[in-house]
């Protein structure tokens, strides 16, 4: 008789009903987990940027469409849209209109996503001259990191969490470094300046763009939070 693989540990709803800054932060480190036939495939999250219905730079503030409802649901909806022809990935947060973008995230191996479920994700997202992606370039961007777990708006946009089929997970590994910087693609005139960007400091080479490259001065260009 051969053990049966562990089953992951969804966290509580309760947890996304918070202020969209606090769980951009708290969401650092934590393990997406999106089952697709056999395979949890996964990534640590490693990015993220908070949005509030008050601020410019949000969907929510162009107003309530039925597209955007999930944003004034509760925390822990799913709020999918489309980005520079891909797929983005997002959690509604506490208040209508906030909520928190999944920007980038890492390949995440464990006993319950295992070499396989690398491969599929490897396979899912090839590089535009359609060769493997290294797993550190596989999720590093919003529409990368749908496009490497199989996330698609049609299937997800304004849904719960299933913990049959996607999740998010405290795998126990913390972020001990946090760093805080202004969000990336915010039009000018657009709450730009806002520092609602929130990065692992241990994993910043590999996010979107990272904010410790040279000619980046902490304390002007980012603050680094314990």
Request: glycine share 8%; aromatic share 10%; hydrophobic share 40%.
């Amino acid at each position: 008789m051969t053990d049966s693989p562990p089953t992951p540990n969804a966290l509580p709803h309760a947890f996304f009903d918070r202020d969209a800054q606090v769980l951009a932060q708290d969401l650092l480190g934590k393990v997406i987990r999106h089952k697709v036939g056999d395979l949890w495939l996964s990534a640590r999250i490693i990015e993220t940027e908070a949005y509030y219905f008050a601020e410019k730079g949000s969907h929510a503030s162009l107003g309530y469409t039925e597209k955007r409802k999930a944003l004034f649901l509760d925390g822990g909806h799913i709020y999918m849209y489309y980005a520079r022809g891909g797929d983005s990935l997002n959690f509604s947060a506490q208040g209508p209109g906030n909520a928190v973008l999944i920007k980038s995230a890492y390949p995440w191996v464990d006993g319950i996503s295992g070499p396989a479920s690398l491969a599929q994700m490897l396979l899912n997202n090839p590089d535009a001259q359609g060769r493997p992606r290294t797993p550190q370039k596989l999720c590093a961007g919003q529409t990368l990191l749908c496009k490497a777990l199989g996330l698609k708006v049609p299937d997800w946009d304004a849904k719960r969490f299933d913990p049959e089929r996607l999740l998010v997970e405290d795998v126990g590994v913390p972020t001990v470094n946090v760093i805080q910087t202004t969000r990336l693609g915010i039009p000018l005139g657009r709450d730009e300046h806002l520092p609602y960007r929130f990065v692992d400091a241990a994993y910043a080479p590999w996010c979107t763009r990272n904010p410790l490259r040279r000619g980046q001065v902490e304390g002007r260009d980012y603050f680094l939070l314990s």
